[in-house]
């Protein structure tokens, strides 16, 4: 890096790293090469004419992670705020406009007070630029943002548009309008941590999908994170042999894992858990839509896109923020060529006048959107419940699924016995006498519209398997589709989906 004086103290104060600390905390020792150090602002007014601003607030440059080569840029609050002028978003932009055509991901450090008001429209120029080539690099190269400080205004529309968003607690700070401008406008007191805290972005938002405890828990999993993925479009990822598979022990806990009851929830980890390699499960937003569950994993040593139910929470039903969950996860796999494996217990959306009011119909329709847009590998493995609409939408055989597998006690309907015959036999259901009937026309609906034979008579499920069986069909399916190709998409410049 350049020579300078770095203000290491006055960070640090703040329980935060300097930004050359935390650029050497994320790269591999003695691999970061700076970039455009000398590029400097040319306002002149507002006292700006004769002002040093080192770098312009941001440091920028290559090095590699893991051994493999990235581009990373990292805003010095020390250094007037790390707010964002013209030279200051041109160099960002420049770097991102670079890591395109070298082919590798850009992670971005953000710590910056905003717009560097003094360069009026100048500032504005600067994120515009850098929001265009965030877009450009978007399926292109993966873009990770760290937020490291206030990330406020227009500045959060960068990492907005990034693929993964990693915050750290008592640090991160992100939002459209601060603390001050909410009490000017709305008369309410709220703190920084309130308003746009990592709590609020993992928990309640969806914004941020890794919550991290320190700057260095951060730096780790970002390096993880990118053990997992193609460094860019069309990388082939080699087959990763740290992992192991305890088959054994896994196929004895994968047996055990569906309660007797079948309204009885269960946590979806566990069914995940005995099917990938042993402790890969690297979860994505943990915190948010805790009723869906998505991350990467590995199977026999190659990476997978892990999307789920999960019956612990709300019984698997799908609302209009795990519909996005979904979808966002789904489209980012199939940008890189990832393939995907779904495992469904879902007894359908969520009813009810809040979440049809929030546009349920508009978010579950992202999800069958985005997995009949998918043309990567696609997997699913039904464990239980697959009711209606959900059923159809979590990669049914219908939207493209390449093999579908079924657990014996899954079911597969419209809706469950209870909710058919309040429909087909209402009248019986409120006659204390009509019970025998009432029992004998659920056990009927359950032989001969649930039953998962129903569906692999009419070729819809490609085979029903015991859960044993599970990891040895998923595995088997991905190494024949490995070289999948689809060539009979229609002629058009892109879709809409019902964003």
């Known amino acids: 890096m350049a020579n300078y004086t770095y203000n290491l103290e006055k960070q640090h104060t703040k329980g935060k790293l300097h930004a050359v600390e935390r650029i050497a905390a994320l790269c591999d020792e003695n691999s970061f090469h700076e970039i455009y150090s000398r590029a400097r602002h040319q306002c002149t007014s507002f006292g700006m004419a004769d002002k040093e601003i080192p770098y312009d607030g941001v440091i920028t440059g290559f ?80 873009q990770i943002s760290i937020i490291a400080g206030p990330c406020a205004g227009g500045a959060v529309y960068s990492p907005g548009i990034t693929d993964f968003i990693f915050a750290v607690d008592k640090i991160s700070q992100l939002f459209i309008t601060g603390p001050k401008v ?44 990118l053990d997992y993925i193609p460094h860019y479009y069309g990388e082939k990822l080699l087959q990763d042999t740290k992992f192991k598979f305890d088959e054994k022990k896994k196929k004895k806990e994968i047996s055990t894992v569906l309660p007797e009851e079948s309204k009885k929830g269960y946590d979806i980890r566990k069914v995940i858990d005995c099917v990938v390699d042993d402790d890969s499960f690297f979860e994505v937003m943990e915190e948010f839509a805790a009723m869906s569950v998505v991350g990467f994993a590995k199977i026999e040593g190659k990476s997978v896109g892990i999307i789920a139910n999960n019956p612990a929470v709300w019984g698997g039903l799908m609302n209009c923020d795990a ?11 199939d940008s890189f060529e990832i393939p995907l494996v779904s495992f469904v217990d879902v007894p359908g959306f969520l009813p009810g006048p809040d979440e049809e009011q929030k546009g349920i119909i508009r978010h579950g329709a992202k999800v069958i959107y985005a997995y009949s847009e998918a043309t990567v590998p696609k997997v699913t493995v039904i464990t239980r419940k697959a009711y209606g609409g959900a059923y159809i939408a979590m990669c049914s055989k219908h939207l493209g699924a390449d093999f579908v597998y079924a657990w014996p006690k899954a079911e597969i309907a419209v809706m469950g016995a209870e909710g ?22 659920s056990a009927e609906y359950r032989e001969t519209v649930m039953n998962p034979k129903i569906a692999a008579a009419h070729d819809y499920i490609s085979e029903i398997i015991e859960p044993e069986q599970t990891r040895e069909c998923v595995a088997r399916s991905l190494e024949f589709l490995e070289n999948k190709r689809q060539n009979n998409l229609p002629l058009k410049k892109h879709g809409n989906i019902p964003l």
Do not use: W
């Open 63 to 142: 090095g590699k992670i893991n051994g493999k080569k990235v581009a990373v840029y990292a805003q010095d609050f020390t250094v007037q705020g790390g707010s964002l002028g013209k030279v200051h978003g041109q160099k960002i932009a420049e770097l991102i406009d670079k890591a395109i055509e070298a082919r590798c991901p850009v992670i971005g450090i953000n710590d910056s007070g905003g717009a560097r008001i003094q360069e009026g429209i100048d500032a504005l120029c600067g994120y515009g630029e850098l929001f265009y080539q965030n877009v450009r690099a978007s399926g292109s190269v993966p």
């Open 182 to 225: 909410v009490k000017s406008v709305l008369s309410m007191d709220i703190t920084s941590e309130e308003l746009g805290g990592a709590a609020i972005h993992s928990e309640k938002s969806g914004v941020a999908h890794f919550r991290c405890g320190s700057e260095q828990d951060c730096y780790a999993k970002v390096r993880k994170l």
């Open 323 to 333: 519909s996005d969950k979904i979808a966002r996860f789904v489209r980012y796999c």
């Open 420 to 441: 058919a015959l309040e429909i087909l036999y209402a009248k019986q259901m409120k006659d204390p006498g009509q019970a025998d009937f009432v029992a004998q026309k």
